[in-house]
């Protein structure tokens, strides 16, 4: 067993290190507390929605091709899923890439744009879809399971949500999840690696001010999508760039921490 190190950034965001020696990339997981049982009946499906939308595009990097190369130029992979209490993002890249692929990460779920979510809002739809038979009815075994151990409580509501609720979602509504959610302390950052710190915190540009970060399901720029094993609803994606946005690296990770 490798000894665990536990710290939390001036913001209050606590970040685990995990080192493994036989690793030979850098593995960070950005988690946030939303998921369905969170939701509303009103709501059910707005965190898998705003998975899927932050990868449409950030303040630094306004389109999802953008966002694309962005990771992919660091040699990374992002992946992003969200379950029944929680959402997260996946990054997978090598050592050398990890003080850059943290400013990269934060700048994705700190600043999204919510762009282009009309045609998000299709591709969702295709989804929701797959759970549906011939005559609108879901027939997705997960989904009956909720619904028979739950019954009206949040946990017996889907990942995904009902299509009306996601075709009547608004921007509005969108930015109202991700600004309650996604914040430094109701999130947590781990890092594993053949080097991961025995001590200080994760690598970056800037010291951090406030909190606010970001939040849940992907898409690359062609959207195709895998979804994993349930109840889990995620998505794979890869991405590049060249400019490294101030707002996002100086509010969510810092070089100064305290301990958790």
Same mark, same amino acid.
């Given at each position: 067993m490798h000894a665990l190190r536990r710290e939390r950034l001036e913001n209050g965001l606590p970040v685990i290190f995990a080192?493994?020696?036989?690793?030979?990339?850098?593995?960070?997981?950005?988690s946030v507390r939303a998921g369905s049982r969170f939701e509303s009946p009103r709501d059910s499906g707005l965190s898998h929605v705003v998975e899927h939308m932050l990868f449409r595009g950030s303040e630094a990097r306004p389109s999802s091709a953008a966002?694309?190369?962005?990771?992919?130029?660091?040699?990374?992979?992002?992946?992003?899923?969200?379950?029944?209490? =929680?959402?997260?993002?996946?990054?997978?890249?090598?050592?050398?890439?990890?003080?850059?692929?943290?400013?990269?990460l934060a700048e994705i779920v700190a600043a999204p744009v919510f762009a282009d979510f009309e045609v998000e809002k299709k591709i969702l739809r295709e989804e929701l879809l797959d759970d549906l038979d011939d005559e609108g009815r879901d027939v997705d075994v997960d989904n =009956?399971?909720?619904?028979?151990? =739950?019954?009206?409580?949040p946990l017996g509501q889907s990942i995904t949500g009902p299509i009306d609720n996601v075709m009547g979602f608004s921007v509005d509504d969108l930015r109202r999840h991700h600004q309650a959610?996604?914040?430094?302390?109701?999130?947590?950052?781990?890092?594993?690696?053949?080097?991961?710190?025995?001590?200080?915190?994760?690598?970056?540009r800037a010291s951090s001010p406030s909190p606010r970060p970001?939040?849940?399901?992907?898409?690359?720029?062609?959207r195709s999508s895998t979804r994993?094993?349930?109840?889990?609803?995620?998505?794979?994606?890869?991405?590049?760039?060249?400019?490294?946005?101030?707002?996002?690296?100086?509010?969510?990770?810092?070089t100064s921490s305290t301990a958790a």
């Amino acid at each position: 067993m490798h000894a665990l190190r536990r710290e939390r950034l001036e913001n209050g965001l606590p970040v685990i290190f995990a080192p493994l020696p036989h690793l030979h990339t850098v593995q960070v997981v950005f988690s946030v507390r939303a998921g369905s049982r969170f939701e509303s009946p009103r709501d059910s499906g707005l965190s898998h929605v705003v998975e899927h939308m932050l990868f449409r595009g950030s303040e630094a990097r306004p389109s999802s091709a953008a966002l694309n190369l962005a990771v992919e130029e660091i040699g990374g992979t992002l992946e992003a899923a969200t379950h029944v209490d =929680f959402t997260e993002l996946s990054l997978s890249l090598p050592a050398s890439q990890l003080e850059e692929g943290l400013v990269r990460l934060a700048e994705i779920v700190a600043a999204p744009v919510f762009a282009d979510f009309e045609v998000e809002k299709k591709i969702l739809r295709e989804e929701l879809l797959d759970d549906l038979d011939d005559e609108g009815r879901d027939v997705d075994v997960d989904n =009956f399971a909720r619904r028979r151990l =739950f019954g009206s409580h949040p946990l017996g509501q889907s990942i995904t949500g009902p299509i009306d609720n996601v075709m009547g979602f608004s921007v509005d509504d969108l930015r109202r999840h991700h600004q309650a959610h996604y914040t430094a302390k109701n999130s947590a950052l781990a890092i594993a690696s053949s080097g991961a710190r025995s001590r200080g915190s994760p690598p970056a540009r800037a010291s951090s001010p406030s909190p606010r970060p970001p939040s849940s399901r992907a898409r690359a720029s062609t959207r195709s999508s895998t979804r994993t094993a349930r109840p889990t609803c995620a998505s794979r994606t890869s991405r590049r760039a060249n400019t490294i946005p101030p707002r996002s690296r100086s509010t969510w990770w810092s070089t100064s921490s305290t301990a958790a």
